[in-house]
């Protein structure tokens, strides 16, 4: 399999998307770090999914927001598996309002997950992602992070933001082998969508070229394809997942 005994974290994959991520990836065959911060159920989930396809996973609690929780993450991840190949961040919050009724609160509370969260794990795997062979950095943003949204002035600025923080990355990395990219999923049926009004979501996927909203899965299967060794000269790069939406 594609990504036999190469071994993978994952934030944010007690549900949603990087459930769906984790669980591609123990499919593969990878040793998976499935990261948590309320959805514990959730995670144990995937960990008794990837076990039931012969995979090996486990669960690890951290607030992404928390450089010391991050850090006993990586220990937890070292001691089931010893150094990690691929980080994926993909934990992530929204805050929606009008701009003109956005608090600083909720502007800071949606950097603090989407951008501080990424710093802070980027930052606690980059020695093993440098070292790795193949090692890989995947970042998951979004396509309001290109076009922008109504409502989602701080969202927006946060995964615009993990577009330059990527390719930096990807250019401090390159000389040792490893790759950044960064993964922009257009409108995504999970949680997030849910909460999003119907006549909202009825005037988006009339926007979609290929008719619907991304399942799960389409976004997991390109995650696959860049964490694998096949991807190796791929970096640096926004890779959209949005049925046509920008064309
Ligand atoms: P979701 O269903 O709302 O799930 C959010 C995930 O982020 C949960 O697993 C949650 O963990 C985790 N999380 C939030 N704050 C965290 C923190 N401080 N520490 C650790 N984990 C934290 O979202 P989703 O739709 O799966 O989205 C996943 C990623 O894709 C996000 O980065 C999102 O911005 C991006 N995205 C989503 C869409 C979409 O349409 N759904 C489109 C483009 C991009 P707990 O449940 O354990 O708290």
Redesign the pocket.
């Known amino acids: 399999m594609s990504m036999d005994g190469r071994t993978c974290v994952v934030?944010?994959?007690?549900?949603?998307?990087?459930?769906g991520i984790a669980e591609h990836l123990g499919s593969q065959g990878a040793n998976v770090v499935v990261?948590?911060?309320?959805?514990?159920g959730?995670?144990d989930e995937v960990v008794d999914h990837i076990e039931t396809l012969g995979g090996q996973a486990i669960t690890s609690q951290?607030?992404?927001?928390s450089l010391d929780e991050v850090e006993a993450m990586r220990e937890q991840a070292h001691e089931a598996f010893g150094p990690i190949d691929v980080l994926i961040n993909?934990?992530?919050?929204?805050k929606d309002t009008r701009f003109v009724n956005m608090s600083r609160e909720e502007w800071d509370q949606v950097m603090d997950?989407?951008l501080g969260?990424m710093f802070n794990c980027t930052k606690t795997f980059y020695d093993d992602i440098w070292e790795a062979s193949e090692g890989r950095l995947i970042n998951?943003?979004?396509?309001?992070g290109k076009q922008g949204n109504f409502g989602q002035a701080n969202?927006a600025a946060a995964?615009a933001g993990m577009f330059g923080f990527t390719r930096t990355i990807a250019i401090e990395l390159a000389s040792g082998g490893s790759t950044a990219n960064c993964v922009?999923?257009?409108?995504?049926?999970?949680?997030?969508?849910e909460e999003v009004p119907d006549n909202v979501k009825d005037r988006i996927v009339s926007q979609i070229p290929l008719g619907r909203?991304?399942e799960?899965e389409d976004i997991a299967h390109l995650v696959g394809y860049i964490a694998s060794e096949n991807s190796s000269y791929i970096t640096g790069e926004v890779i959209d997942v949005n049925g046509g939406m920008d064309l």
């Open positions: 934030t944010g994959a007690g549900r949603g998307i990087g459930a990261n948590y911060r309320s959805s514990g959730g995670a951290a607030d992404v927001t993909n934990a992530g919050i929204t997950v989407n969260g998951i943003s979004s396509i309001v969202y995964k922009a999923p257009g409108f995504t049926r999970t949680d997030m969508l909203f991304a799960i």
